[in-house]
């Protein structure tokens, strides 16, 4: 079936590669740009927001890391779900990609099957994450391990809100560095599970924290707050769901 209502970018300065992914993207999506090189698609990011940017890592102009690290630091696709595309990056090394800032990513040559992963864990909207979303962003990160996932899921929950009060204190007390250690390991947690709409927020704390900015540190917390407050909220949907 095709998902007309999902927007999807590639990037990439091999026609061929591009030609090949969007061919097969084509059974998702009909709304497909395709960027010649790292420069264009900034041009396309800063214009409109896409569900799925594909990024080949090795780009002239700009390469897929610079475009990442540009993506999250301010953009129309800050939240979007961004793929890597290589070929020198073995599948247990994904982390190291995923700590640059991309979702998931691509190893060429790419198959079909890696693609229909990618579009069932990332399809969905990160503003419309619920229980499911939040389940197989852990399954993801556990290869499908359901009891370590719900393992990783209940250590979480038991320790979100311990963390919370820890930052609000700090925050209260204008203690700068023990709210930028509390934050940072929040954002690692949510990187670490695979929580990108958190991961945002989080990061943004942390940079906000670094650079002595407390306003803003307070509205990054409030917004993380009312986040972890539905998430914590919809726990035992979200375990009822990692249980299948």
Known sequence: MILTDLSILIADDNEMNRWLLAEQLGCWSDDITLAIDGREAWHFLQQQKYALVFLDVNM????????????????????????????????????????????????????????????????????????????????????????LG????????????????????????????????????LHGSFCFYGFHDFRGIAGRLEDALIAGEMPEAWQYFRQLLVKCEAL??????????MDG
Request: glycine letters at 4%.
């Open 150 to 185: 719900r393992q990783f899921l209940q250590k979480l929950f038991q320790e979100l809100p311990l963390q919370l009060v820890r930052l609000e204190q700090a925050l209260q007390g204008q203690s700068a560095e023990l709210a930028l250690d509390v934050a940072h390991k």
């Open 232 to 241: 914590l909220g919809m726990q035992t949907e979200v375990l009822t769901c």
């Open 60 to 147: 002239p102009g700009l390469t897929g890391f610079e475009l990442v690290k540009k993506i999250r630091a301010g953009s129309a696709n800050q939240s979007s779900q961004v793929i890597a595309i290589t070929a020198h990056v073995q599948s247990h090394q994904k982390h190291l990609l995923i700590a640059d800032g991309f979702n998931d990513c691509l190893i060429k040559p790419i198959v079909l099957a890696d693609l229909q992963r990618i579009i069932a864990v990332w399809r969905a909207p990160v503003s419309d994450a619920d229980s499911q979303y939040y389940a197989n962003s852990v399954l993801e990160k556990v290869d499908s391990n359901r009891e």
